[in-house]
């Protein structure tokens, strides 16, 4: 079955980069989304399609997907984006949403 | 806009089976919509359930699918999800949730707010 590879937990300090990876086998023939899920509340998607932006999400979060690994980039860290950050794709060869295990954002 | 709400039992006993319903408001059921179901242990990341079409199709996570059972209720717009045989692995958040394939293919634009199953006896 497909796998996902997330690092656990990614820190960084307000107003930097926050880069986190989601890695899978040929991800990159793949379409990868992003979901922002805050203590206690549903998840978000904050990133589709690989790059894409739903309507209300910043411009500060962006995407990208190549080879092996997907990541998702926030720009301009702000404390509210504190929180655990899942991708996800379809697997084809088994129809059915594959989660990754999740990153936790720590803004420092 | 579309709103989901899950409904059903936050307690069930081992060995039984565990049903959720969730209710589609601000659209139909029978639209271009696959209606998912994905849990979350405490603790835990997400994981998929399956999903059901208005048609019937389903597709359900290899891992579950003797146990599940995904239906949908044209009536009250709304689809449902049993669990049997459940055990304490089975607590969690039980969440429905959305993906319009003609927009947005296989990503989830449209989450319930969540429901916490517990399996004690």
């Known amino acids: 079955s497909y796998v996902l590879t997330q690092p656990p937990s990614v820190s960084v300090a307000p107003g930097k980069t926050a880069r986190i990876t989601c890695g899978g086998n040929?991800?990159?023939?793949?379409?990868v989304h992003w979901y922002q899920q805050k203590p206690g509340q549903a998840p978000v998607l904050v990133i589709y399609y690989d790059s894409d932006r739903p309507s209300g999400i910043p411009e500060r979060f962006s995407g990208s997907n190549s080879g092996n690994t997907a990541t998702l980039t926030i720009s301009r860290v702000e404390a509210g984006d504190e929180a655990d950050y899942y991708c996800?794709?379809?697997?084809?060869?088994?129809?059915?949403?594959?989660f990754g295990g999740g990153t936790k954002l720590t803004v420092l | 806009q579309v709103q989901l709400q899950e409904s059903g039992p936050g307690l069930v006993k081992p060995s039984g089976t565990l049903s959720l319903t969730c209710a589609v408001s601000g659209g139909s059921i029978s639209s271009s919509n696959w209606w998912s179901w994905v849990r979350q242990p405490p603790g835990k990341g997400l994981e998929w359930i399956g999903e059901i079409y208005h048609s019937g199709s389903t597709n359900y996570n290899p891992s579950l699918k003797s146990r599940v059972t995904i239906s949908v209720d044209k009536s009250k717009n709304q689809f449902s999800l049993k669990l049997s045989s459940v055990t304490a692995a089975d607590t969690a958040v039980y969440y429905c949730?959305?993906?319009?394939?003609?927009?947005?293919?296989?990503?989830?634009?449209?989450w319930g707010q969540g429901t916490m199953v517990t399996v004690s006896s």
């Open positions: 040929n991800i990159g023939s793949k379409s």
């Open positions: 996800q794709v379809w697997d084809s060869s088994s129809d059915r949403v594959v």
């Open positions: 949730a959305s993906r319009d394939w003609e927009l947005l293919g296989d990503a989830f634009d449209i």
